[in-house]
């Protein structure tokens, strides 16, 4: 069985063999940056699979990177950057695999880590955690829910001054689909709605178009795809021009996806309806953390929150019982794999 092979049978529920490295041997697995629910799922799975699990609750740096040493295989949090030099320090441990408790890497230097001899790999997840939440976010935007909620909190219970507008009446573009984008296209179907896509590898039986021509046909348009060089700002200063009057963007991928600044403009002005927004540039040192004392005045960020037709989550849509399960299970089904793949190379 493949990896690919063993996480989406994780995914799916079927057992996997814990008997992946030779008898008698026991591997170790450092895990960084590990909350307390995660801890308790990776000392329920580890054993199973005849790993032991060291727990770190602080993020991975060069001060702490020795921790590992004497583990070829770690995990790590998509919450805070990897600095060049806490890979260094990890190869320097001994370290050979490090596996992001995400589906997106763009928090490594791959490229760096592989120069110092580390494989990077991410993780499978349920892809029904994302496409739920992306939903449900499209659904607030198009019926007002933020500016609704609050005057509900304040006791006003009149009736909104923008009506709301049902998801069959529009057509969502659907930029990206692989495993979430798809299950996305499958929601927005049973909807009834008229549903685009963009993407270089079409997967779906989606109705596919150039994405410039997906940004002017589209309602709603959502994003779905994976950061890197060639997405950063894919949804540009330019394409966001050409939105429709009154359109709404969702993002549950990553901030850079998007020019926020443009996006921002756009909303203050009033061509855009709304934008509800998981992710955002710049979001790192600020989500996760309880920021109620209101230092993030200033930026992007702040702008985006005092906005009526703007909604702001803090990158919680992966955020189930069901997805933080298979991204513990499939953390430790790829640093064993790595493990029996090691011992092959080693004889």
Known sequence: MTLREQADASIRGESLKASTLPAGRRAGLTIYGCEPDEAALFHEFAPRYGLTPTVVEA?????NADVARGDRCVSVSHKSAITSSALLALSQAGVRYLSTRSAGHNHIDVEYATRVGITVGNVAYSPDSVADYTLMLMLMAIRDAKSVLRRADSYDYRLSDVR???????????????????????????FGCRVLAYDVRPKTAATYVSLDDLVRRSDIVTLHTPLNADSHHLLSRHRIGQLKQGAV?????????LDTEALLEALESGRLAGAALDVV??????????????RVEG????????????????????????????????????????EREMTTWTG
């Open 249 to 257: 963007v969702v993002n549950t991928g990553r901030g850079a996806l």
């Open 299 to 338: 930026g992007l960020l702040s702008r985006l929150q005092r906005l009526p037709n703007a909604i702001i989550s803090p990158h919680t849509a992966y955020y189930t019982d069901r997805a933080l399960r298979d991204t513990v299970e499939n953390t430790i089904v790829n640093c064993l794999a790595f």
């Open 164 to 190: 709301g507008r049902e998801l069959r009446d529009l057509t969502v573009g659907v930029i990206g689909t692989g495993r979430i984008g798809a299950a996305v296209v499958a929601r927005l179907q049973s």
């Open 59 to 63: 993020p991975l740096s060069g001060g």
């Open 281 to 294: 540039e710049g979001e790192e040192g600020i989500f996760y953390e309880n920021r109620g004392n209101g």
